[in-house]
């Protein structure tokens, strides 16, 4: 195995814990990283050559190695994944009785590039960089003999391939249905697999929806901002809500939102387009609403998009306010890791006060269990969701 030299000090921050060794760290005069192949296993030394951990290495990335073990005599086989798996779904099994959930979440579980969300027997898995694809036999192997799924697709996230160089990844494995229905508490959430956005569905909201309920009330008439297939409004409409209102722009997502109601026994109304676009609209009507939720996509995906992305969830807020009425609730949620919780507070705060509303803070929150965060990586804890009263 070749070995990746770090610059002098540069150890420091993965020897904390941390697993991302960045390309300006590598000492390239004695390993140069144009002599690795993307995904290339190796093993990273100090100045000293002292050992540090087997990383696979990607030379094209800024993110140019990934930690997968400090042993540095392990090897990275499938018994080794198969172990890795194990322990994920212990932790899983431990706190759902149903199989249901998010299995891998990355770095957290020491599976950096790899995120699965199973679905009883069906796993939705992304390999999010060229180690993670370099690596995928090993996995999927592991991963079949440790759980068995009948179906299995294999999937990359979009904001990572151009980050990482790799191709879009396609592939079903198995028994791969177009549409799975998930098990939430006490709510059965159709959701497509196929055509739908990620993994399919969005584990990270699942304790944060079933808080909702205790801000809805009989009779409520709630706003579900970026609603994808539903998960809120059926929370919403479980609790008694009267009426639901779903934004979404995706005409798909509407259509299973409103299958997904109809079989709790309600229903929505779907409205296709740009979320502000339809909020100012609903405005311009004299729509008022007891509850509105804001659960959007992330709107900034790199640090130097912050300004932009913090201006755009002001807005967003200004608007979710003029919808609503005297005491009513608000749910806003980010899942931008650049956003921190105290700029996302203070988006709402302005807001507010920028029209002429008096805002309480009631509850924060962030992700669910088997979204799991490492202490060394900040970057693990991203999701954020605050309940409000104006």
Request: aromatic share 8%.
């Amino acid at each position: 195995m070749r070995e990746l030299r770090l610059q002098a000090k540069a150890d420091k921050r993965v020897r904390l814990g941390h697993n991302w060794i960045f390309s300006n760290e590598v000492a390239i005069e004695q390993t140069p990283l144009t002599a690795f192949k993307p995904g290339e296993l190796a093993r990273v030394v100090d100045t000293g050559r002292n050992p540090v951990g087997i990383a696979y290495v990607n030379p094209n990335a800024l993110i140019c190695a990934r930690i997968l073990t400090r042993d540095v005599r392990a090897t990275i086989d499938i018994g080794w994944f198969r172990s890795r798996i194990e322990r994920a779904l212990a932790l899983r099994q431990a706190l759902y009785a149903a199989p249901f959930y998010r299995l891998i979440f990355g770095e957290s579980d020491g599976l950096p590039g790899f995120v699965v969300d199973r679905y009883g027997d069906v796993c939705v898995a992304q390999l999010n960089t060229a180690g993670a694809l370099a690596l995928r036999e090993l996995f999927v192997t592991a991963l079949t003999q440790v759980i068995a799924p009948k179906g299995l697709l294999l999937r990359n996230a979009g904001s990572t391939r151009a980050l990482e160089g790799i191709e879009p990844l396609d592939q079903a494995l198995g028994e791969v249905p177009e549409r799975v229905v998930v098990l939430e508490g006490d709510m059965q959430i159709a959701a497509p697999l196929r055509a739908g956005q990620k993994t399919g569905y969005f584990y990270d909201q699942r304790d944060n929806r079933a808080r909702l309920r205790r801000y809805v009330h009989s009779g409520d008439r709630v706003l579900d901002v970026f609603s994808y297939v539903g998960g809120w409004a059926v929370s919403a409409l479980k609790a008694g809500a009267a009426t639901v209102t779903c934004i979404d722009q995706s005409e798909l997502a509407l259509e299973y939102a409103d299958d997904n109601a109809r079989a709790t026994g309600g229903e929505i109304e779907g409205l296709v387009g740009d979320a502000l676009e339809v909020m100012r609209g609903l405005h311009g009507e004299g729509r008022r609403f007891e509850v509105v939720i804001l659960d959007p996509p992330a709107l900034i995906k790199r640090r130097k998009d912050a300004g932009a992305g913090e201006r755009q969830y002001e807005r967003l807020h200004e608007a979710a306010f003029r919808l609503l009425r005297e005491d009513g609730f608000l749910l806003s949620s980010s899942c931008s890791y650049h956003l921190a919780p105290e700029r996302l507070q203070r988006a709402a705060y302005d807001a507010a006060r920028t029209v002429g509303r008096r805002m309480q803070i009631l509850e924060r929150h962030g992700q669910p269990p088997d979204h799991p965060v490492h202490p060394a990586m900040p970057e693990t804890e991203y999701l954020k969701a605050l309940y409000l009263r104006a």
